[in-house]
């Protein structure tokens, strides 16, 4: 039997260091206890939001069991899966699943699916090898179309035959390449969540037809993005817009160009809300300047994140 389809959001935090860039695992038991209080679909970590690139893999197995702590059964825990090849995917799947991991975004296993196109039987294979393995749900994740892979209708007709394919994480940050993923999901023969990965137009997608999303913005203000994300589905587009509009102008300047700086650029405003003690990034990524922190918290304090209410509830 497939899984239900995934929607509303999945909040892929961003992951405290310490100054040394060891990871601050007080910090990252607190920060994550505050997004699980605020109830998102599920909580997704080892992603690239949470540098899980950059991770070892004893890392990664020690932050799903923290994470599972500080949600303590009020979410879902998911993880990025990342690796590069088949056989490594799903003995890695395995373990991340025996140290709490409830489901999976699939990441591509780069280089091999480095540009388009992608042959959808190879796509295919890999997803549905997976997800023989870990027996949990797990959702694709489509990049931009520079980077690949690509899921045409085809393609996405081959995946939704995988009865634990959930949802497809649509991080193309292309609004023609959203809209003909969202119609080609329509066409299926069953219901798979759309999730938008584009941080700098979550709002404009979900009007557009996705189900919710699967995004680093919802590291902070992730009671607003729920709120969004209900009213869209509820067609109170006028309350969706005005919760954007005080967000999206911070969602916009930190994924601008170059876009791999909106982790530095994002720890900054944790920092600001009393919700991390450091904005450390582990190299070679770099942190950001003064002058792009001024921006950052003039930004945040236009959204209304700069109140307090963050650093209280870290302090609970």
């Not at 890695?92 to 480095?114: D, M, Q, R, Y």
């Not at 193309?172 to 809209?179: E, G, I």
């Not at 950052?296 to 700069?306: E, K």
Request: proline share 7%.
């Amino acid at each position: 039997m497939a899984e239900a389809a995934v929607q509303g959001i999945i909040a892929a935090p961003f992951l405290p260091m310490r100054p040394d860039f060891s990871v601050h695992w007080d910090d990252l038991k607190r920060y994550i206890a505050w997004i699980a209080a605020q109830r998102p679909t599920a909580i997704a970590m080892n992603m690239d939001a949470s540098e899980g690139p950059a991770l070892t893999r004893d890392e990664q197995i020690e932050i799903l069991h923290v994470c599972k702590d500080a949600i303590a059964g009020r979410t879902r825990l998911f993880s990025g899966l990342i690796a590069g090849s088949t056989a490594d995917a799903c003995a890695w799947g395995k373990e991340l699943k025996a140290a709490g991991a409830e489901g999976f975004a699939i990441f591509p296993p780069f280089p091999t699916f480095l540009g388009n196109p992608v042959p959808s039987e190879m796509i295919y294979r890999y997803h549905k090898a997976i997800a023989d393995a870990v027996e949990a749900p797990i959702i694709a994740f489509q990049f931009p179309v520079a980077f690949g892979p690509d899921f045409p209708p085809e393609t996405l007709a081959r995946l939704v035959t995988i009865p634990q394919l959930v949802g497809l994480k649509e991080a193309s940050f292309d609004t023609t390449k959203t809209l003909q993923t969202i119609d080609a999901a329509r066409a299926l023969p069953r219901k798979i969540g759309i999730m938008t990965g584009s941080d700098t137009f979550i709002c404009e997608a979900m009007i557009m037809g996705c189900d919710g999303a699967l995004i680093g913005f919802a590291g902070t203000a992730t009671d607003r993005l729920i709120a969004m994300q209900a009213a869209v589905k509820a067609r109170r587009y006028d309350e969706a817009q005005a919760i954007w509009g005080k967000l999206g102008p911070l969602a916009r300047f930190a994924w601008r160009p170059p876009i791999r700086d909106y982790r530095p650029r994002m720890k900054e405003v944790l920092v600001m809300q009393g919700l991390i003690e450091c904005a450390a990034v582990r190299p070679p990524q770099l942190g950001v300047d003064e002058a792009e922190r001024a921006e950052l918290r003039r930004l945040a304090a236009q959204a209304g994140l700069l109140d307090g209410a963050g650093l209280r509830a870290a302090g609970e």
